[in-house]
């Protein structure tokens, strides 16, 4: 049974850090690339990152370069989402999908977690 499980969310400061854990179960991370995605109140779902299945590629949406790391460890079959110098306009339920990434965000994701809530705020 393919599951996708995040955890790792919360209530941050501006400027604190979180980081997201996506445990996959199911599938094998050495074979399927694994997305980030988060919705904020009253907005569209939007692409955050995303990291390949073999070698490791990752993308980011330009909002987080340089505030975002992810990464994943096959073994653990668990992608994570480093999140630092956070902004309230991170503030989102953010959710992990299993979708290709080859250089942008996959367009038609197979598998979703629940989702978990990032609030940014002082």
């Known amino acids: 049974q393919v599951q996708l499980v995040e955890s790792g969310g919360g209530l941050v400061q501006p400027g604190g850090s979180l980081r997201l854990s996506c445990v996959v179960s199911?599938?094998?991370?050495?074979?399927?690339?694994i997305n980030w995605f988060r919705q904020a109140p009253g907005k569209e779902r939007e692409g955050v990152s995303c990291?390949?299945?073999?070698?490791?590629?990752?993308y980011y949406v330009d909002s987080v370069k340089g505030r975002f790391t992810i990464s994943k460890d096959n073994t653990r079959n668990t992608v994570f989402l480093q999140m630092n110098n956070l902004k309230p306009e991170d503030t989102a339920v953010y959710y992990c999908?299993?979708?290709?990434?080859?250089?942008?965000?996959?367009?038609?994701?197979?598998?979703w977690g629940q989702g978990i809530q990032v609030t940014v705020s002082s």
């Open positions: 999908a299993a979708d290709v990434c080859d250089g942008k965000m996959g367009l038609a994701p197979w598998a």
């Open positions: 199911g599938f094998a991370l050495e074979y399927y690339a």
């Open positions: 990291i390949s299945e073999r070698h490791g590629s990752t």
